[in-house]
């Protein structure tokens, strides 16, 4: 089955800073979403991008499905930031079978 | 995603005690899933059902039983547990699973069996 590796697995930041979450993949890919698991448990939805670049207020993400990768942008980090970034594919003829990588936790001190 | 809404949030059960979870959603999607997430790993698929039959069962043990009663309910009853049972179990719908579209998720149920 497809590969899914996020780097880096930890990642500690000062509130304010900037972070780039890489997520490489290793078949070509119909779906990929981008997802945030807060402390509580809640996985929330960040972006649907299998190709293209999209942004959200603070947040934007790339996926260069060629070259078979993906990388979510977090600007003037905060506290609420603070989880796991999951980087999650589907490949072949339809979505049903999402694989997730293994996240990258993020902390953002104050 | 509140979206999808899952009851309850929290369950703690005895081994011989039977449950289920359950998981709504209004968004008009025909493909809902069951995911089960143990601690600091991802979410791992269990169930797929695509306009209310059962499509895939990723060999899970029969001691975990879906039903999906009509395009907006999902259950997941739960008997006969073992104490490794206990995970975050989310559930998860999208518009079907021919199309490419996003997976949207529900804030999960935990799971603690005793």
């Known amino acids: 089955g497809i590969q899914v590796e996020q780097s880096p697995p930890d990642l500690i930041l000062q509130e304010g800073a900037n972070s780039t979450l890489r997520c490489n993949f290793s078949d070509s890919v119909n779906n990929l979403q981008w997802f945030h698991q807060n402390p509580w448990g809640q996985l929330i939805n960040l972006f649907y991008?299998?190709?293209g670049t999209k942004q959200n207020g603070r947040l934007s993400a790339t996926t260069v499905a060629t070259e078979r990768y993906s990388l979510l942008y977090i600007s003037s980090s905060q506290t609420t930031d603070s989880g796991v970034y999951f980087c999650?594919?589907?490949?072949?003829?339809?979505?049903?079978?999402?694989?997730f990588g293994k996240g990258t936790l993020l902390t953002v001190n104050p | 995603d509140t979206e999808v809404t899952q009851t309850p949030k929290h369950l703690v059960m005895g081994m011989t005690n039977k449950k289920s979870l359950k998981c709504e959603q209004h968004m008009g999607h025909r493909a809902m899933y069951w995911y089960k997430q143990k601690a600091k790993k991802p979410p791992e698929l269990m169930f797929v059902?695509?306009?209310?039959?059962?499509?895939i069962n990723e060999s899970v043990p029969s001691r975990f039983s879906p039903e999906c009663p009509n395009s907006s309910l999902l259950n997941l009853h739960l008997h006969a547990l073992q104490p490794e049972d206990s995970a975050l179990y989310l559930c998860a719908s999208s518009q079907e699973t021919g199309s490419v579209e996003a997976q949207h998720f529900g804030d999960g149920t935990r799971l603690s069996i005793l």
């Open positions: 059902y695509s306009y209310e039959k059962l499509s």
């Open positions: 999650a594919v589907s490949s072949g003829g339809s979505n049903y079978k999402l694989t």
């Open positions: 991008i299998p190709s």
